[in-house]
């Protein structure tokens, strides 16, 4: 029987890890999240007093809940060396040992996806190392990318060098029955192929994970890590800068937000521009009817990654159209990474605005069977799928124009003839085509289902990498 408990809050939206440690009646929270109500919660539920606020690294993939967590439980604020934030914290030590209960958790500084990066090592009443909180640095599979450091003036081969010795130093010489708990799952632009496991023995990734190969040289180690790094999303910087400098509370994000405005005057303010009006219902409702230059990301998928990735202005101010009772979620996930701008939502819907009278727009969609059927017409087809997605397998006369890049292609779409988007299954087709008549781009129709319905609907698929442009 363990003198310690170990529960992951996964969050399958950012792909992202916070964890709950307790030992007799301590806990300390990893990595929290911006809503940070459930982990008191659980606190409270186990009778168990939050000791710690630990943080592995400033993350840019989300807003941590640290300043809010701290000022609700009184917890200090702990990051490893090289930190320096903008408000109270406790510098932890190299090597400094954080008692927890009957347990306690040794600070292993280990810099490489940033300076300040930092693992948890929790050690069980034995002095016995037990579990790996590995933040960034390491993730099942994969390390944490060298090329996200703010303002960093190493190079992404330079932290690469400096990941090569945190792990080789500090995690590889730790017992294998040792369990990694990493910061990020598949899905993170944290890593480059991270697994879909969100947990293993470190005896299992010394022998499967190629950055824990002993064999690799310095130099073979620097260019696996660096090899292929795709741009980061545009608000990593951002949200680094909140988590460094801080942020304002969540709940007078929510009191400005979940504010219900009547049609007229979510018409009032989209007409003059005042706010971008994002649609977060199901691709299929959004192409059914939407308001005209609205832009849609459904809750139900990467919802934050996206608006993240699309979205270029964090401080954009937003109008949020949702299904019915999900209007604080998606204000809390845009929270989560820094997307505070929300104004208000449309008060009873997109039925509220059709029974006003205000005009709607829709999306053509077409199934896969019958984009067979014109195939030999010579018709424009745009894969938005990401880069690896495309190489892959693709339809033979598909462009790739993935929807990360759609805003630097608007002017590859002709006002001739009629372009037909896919993805893999067609919740990014919807996004592109709302960003494309948002511009002015109407010529579109939707293929339902993606690149799974065309290969189910036996139309032959290629390998063969086409060219980048549109005819």
Not at 162 to 175: E, N
Not at 255 to 264: E, F, I
Not at 306 to 316: C, F, H, K, R, T
């Amino acid at each position: 029987m363990h003198s310690f408990i170990i529960e992951q809050l996964y969050t399958g939206c950012l792909a992202q890890g916070a964890y709950y440690v307790e030992s007799d009646g301590v806990a300390a929270i990893i990595d929290p999240l911006r809503d940070t109500q459930a982990y008191i919660e659980k606190a409270k539920a186990r009778n168990a007093r939050i000791a710690y606020v630990l943080e592995t690294h400033f993350h840019a993939d989300f807003v941590s809940g640290h300043l809010d967590l701290s000022a609700a439980t009184g917890a200090p604020i702990v990051f490893g060396p090289m930190a320096n934030p903008d408000f109270d914290f406790h510098a932890a030590a190299d090597a400094e040992i954080l008692p927890l209960g009957k347990v306690s958790l040794k600070v292993l500084h280990t810099p490489g996806h940033t300076m300040e990066s930092t693992c948890y090592l929790l050690l069980d009443e034995h002095q016995q190392p037990r579990a790996l909180f590995s933040g960034d640095t390491l993730f099942i599979g994969d390390v944490g990318r060298p090329d996200l450091a703010a303002k960093s003036t190493l190079t992404k081969e330079q932290l690469a060098s400096y990941l090569f010795d945190s792990l080789r130093d500090k995690i590889m010489v730790l017992p294998d029955d040792v369990v990694v708990y990493p910061a990020h799952g598949a899905g993170s632009a944290c890593g480059k192929n991270l697994s879909k496991e969100t947990t293993d023995s470190l005896g299992n990734q010394k022998k499967t994970n190629y950055a824990l190969n002993a064999e690799l040289s310095r130099e073979q180690f620097i260019a696996e890590v660096t090899e292929g790094l795709l741009p980061p999303p545009a608000y990593f910087p951002e949200n680094v800068r909140l988590n460094k400098q801080g942020y304002g509370t969540l709940e007078s994000v929510k009191d400005k937000g979940l504010r219900a405005l009547k049609p007229a005057e979510v018409e009032g303010i989209a007409g003059d521009r005042q706010a971008l009006v994002l649609d977060t219902r199901s691709p299929q409702s959004f192409t059914a009817s939407h308001i005209p230059g609205s832009i849609s990301i459904g809750l139900d998928g990467q919802f934050a990654p996206w608006v993240g990735a699309l979205i270029p202005d964090i401080l954009q101010p937003l109008i949020l159209v949702t299904d019915a009772g999900r209007e604080e979620e998606a204000l809390t996930r845009l929270a989560r990474v820094g997307y505070d701008g929300v104004i208000g939502y449309l008060e009873g819907g997109i039925e509220a605005w059709e029974k006003a009278g205000y005009e709607v727009d829709s999306v053509a969609n077409i199934t896969a069977v019958q984009l067979k059927e014109v195939l030999n017409q010579g018709i424009s087809v745009v894969d938005v799928r990401k880069p690896g997605e495309y190489l892959s397998s693709h339809l033979e006369l598909a462009v790739s124009i993935p929807l990360d890049y759609l805003n630097d292609h608007l002017a590859s779409f002709s006002s001739a003839g009629t372009h037909y988007l896919h993805c893999a299954g067609g919740y990014r087709s919807v996004i592109a085509a709302s960003i494309l008549k948002s511009r002015g781009i109407h010529n579109l129709v939707n293929v339902l289902g993606g690149f799974a319905a065309i290969k189910e609907a036996g139309i032959p698929v290629s390998q063969e990498v086409c060219p980048s442009t549109l005819k």
